[in-house]
């Protein structure tokens, strides 16, 4: 089992920045992948970025050049850096890993609101 716990989000003009903590606890060594999420009012879930394990990166067109995943080992945390930020960025954030053996865990979410 791997237990994600979401921080960071919050209120933000448009232009702002924001920088979402997604900390890993528990069978963290089973992790393949983790992904930030975004599900704003009325609209499905869509994924924003995602880190593997090896590295690789991958980006949603719509904050390519503004959202930066990152993550330190050392403390089980995968960041998003949020930069630019548009009334359209704003949902519910929530931190998302598969495992190797297949499973998916979701944190609670973090909202996140851009104000025009």
């Known amino acids: 089992q791997v237990q994600l716990v979401e921080s960071g989000g919050g209120l933000v003009q448009a232009g702002g920045s924001l920088r979402l903590s997604c900390a890993a606890s528990?069978?963290?060594?089973?992790?393949?992948?983790t992904g930030w999420y975004r599900q704003a009012p009325g609209k499905q879930r869509e994924l924003v970025a995602f880190?593997?394990?090896?590295?690789?990166?991958n980006y949603a067109d719509s904050v390519k050049g503004r959202f930066t995943i990152s993550r330190d080992n050392a403390k089980n945390t995968v960041y998003l850096q949020m930069n630019s930020l548009k009334p359209e960025d704003t949902g519910v954030y929530y931190c998302?890993?598969?495992?190797?053996?297949?499973?998916?865990?979701w944190g609670q979410g973090t909202q996140v609101t851009v104000s025009s």
């Open positions: 998302n890993c598969n495992t190797w053996s297949g499973y998916n865990h």
């Open positions: 528990g069978n963290i060594f089973s992790i393949n992948a």
């Open positions: 880190i593997t394990s090896g590295g690789r990166t």
